[in-house]
Nanobody, 115 residues
């Protein structure tokens, strides 16, 4: 059974930093990533990373956010720097199982960027 536990969200001032963590268990995962959903908007991709550490970022976060993973610990991280108010959203971890390509979502963690 796949389980995801996210942590690290919170309130931060503009220009500040936060680090999100997602602990995965229950399978081997090919792609791990972060998505976000702001109030009244659709969920959107933030960043993804493969087992081989190939990364993909939304244009809006390039140069500010860094995704990484620890395959041994089955963790994925999102380091968010130079945060802006428009980064305010619920951030979701998403993983894809290697052998059947099914995807699973975490419960979400709130990130609020405000002065």
């Amino acid at each position: 059974q796949v389980q995801l536990v996210e942590s690290g969200g919170g309130l931060v001032q503009p220009g500040g930093s936060l680090r999100l963590s997602c602990a995965a268990s229950g399978s081997i995962f090919t792609i791990m990533g972060w998505y976000r959903q702001a109030p009244g908007k659709q969920r959107e991709l933030v960043a993804t990373i493969t087992r081989g550490a190939n990364t993909n970022y939304a244009d809006s976060v390039k140069g500010r956010f860094t995704i990484s993973r620890d395959n041994a610990k089955m963790m994925v991280y999102l380091q968010m720097d130079s945060l802006k108010p428009e980064d305010t959203a619920v951030y979701y971890c998403k993983v894809t199982v290697s052998w059947n390509m099914r995807s699973y979502w975490g419960q979400g963690t709130q990130v609020t960027v405000s002065s």
